[in-house]
């Protein structure tokens, strides 16, 4: 049984982000779905059935029956563009232990903040991480952002609406190396796959994301 506590759990921190090198981007964790696969690779995996039309009629296949960061009977959506796999979701009904369950399974994978944005209109309040990396010439200045992440992810509880964008450590790296001015649409035009994790209602969504050239 998950005993962290809402304010516990946080994706892998900055300094760490930093310091650390991968030769390989963090797994997707459903190794029968890669980038690139066709229509048909999916259709042909065990219990994927087309379900375009709970997606106004959007090709998109979904696998009943997959399990993800340790929680079971998931389903499993595929989205596809020019007929090539180019998102993956899931949904999960939205209670502490699944938040709790989501967000430690991410930084499990070795993914840190890149974006976040918690509450809604007036009261939301937005924090582009990648973007302030060429500002941390100093240790203090990586533990003030490390700071400032921590108060803004544990803004509220887990019902309080987020939207949180993911890297894994080498595009954290190429990050760094460049000059990252916005991170929503630096992430969009680059090379690297990306993460979401999305609270709505009583849901939280959790897209991966294939860049373009991955596809």
């Known amino acids: 049984m998950l005993s962290l506590s809402f304010s516990a759990v946080n994706a892998l921190p900055l300094a760490g982000a930093m310091s650390q090198?991968?030769?390989?981007?963090?797994?997707?964790?459903?190794?029968?779905?890669?980038?690139?696969?066709?229509?048909?690779?999916?259709?042909?995996?065990?219990?994927?059935?087309?379900c375009s039309?709970?997606?106004q009629d959007t090709l998109t296949y979904c696998l009943d029956q997959q399990a993800?960061?340790?929680?079971?009977?998931?389903?499993?959506?595929?989205?596809?563009?020019?007929e090539q796999v180019s998102r993956l979701e899931w949904q999960f009904p939205l209670t502490q232990a699944s938040y709790t369950s989501v967000l430690n399974g991410l930084r499990k994978d070795g993914y840190s903040y890149a974006w976040l944005s918690v509450g809604k209109k007036e009261h939301e309040a937005s924090l582009d991480v990648l973007a302030q990396l060429p500002t941390l010439t100093t240790e203090s200045a990586r533990n003030q952002l490390d700071q400032r992440m921590f108060t803004l992810a544990n803004r509220g509880d887990f019902r309080t609406a987020r939207t949180y964008y993911f890297v894994d450590r080498p595009a954290f790296s190429l990050a760094t190396q460049q000059t990252v001015t916005e991170t929503i649409s630096w992430l969009h035009a680059g090379s690297a796959p990306w993460v979401t994790a999305v609270t709505h209602e009583d849901m939280i969504s959790v897209t991966m994301h294939f860049p373009v050239h991955q596809r």
């Open 21 to 50: 090198t991968a030769t390989n981007h963090a797994a997707i964790n459903h190794a029968a779905i890669q980038p690139g696969d066709t229509v048909q690779d999916v259709a042909s995996l065990p219990y994927a059935f087309d």
């Open 68 to 82: 993800r960061f340790g929680i079971n009977a998931n389903l499993l959506v595929v989205h596809f563009h020019d």
């Open 53 to 55: 039309a709970l997606y």
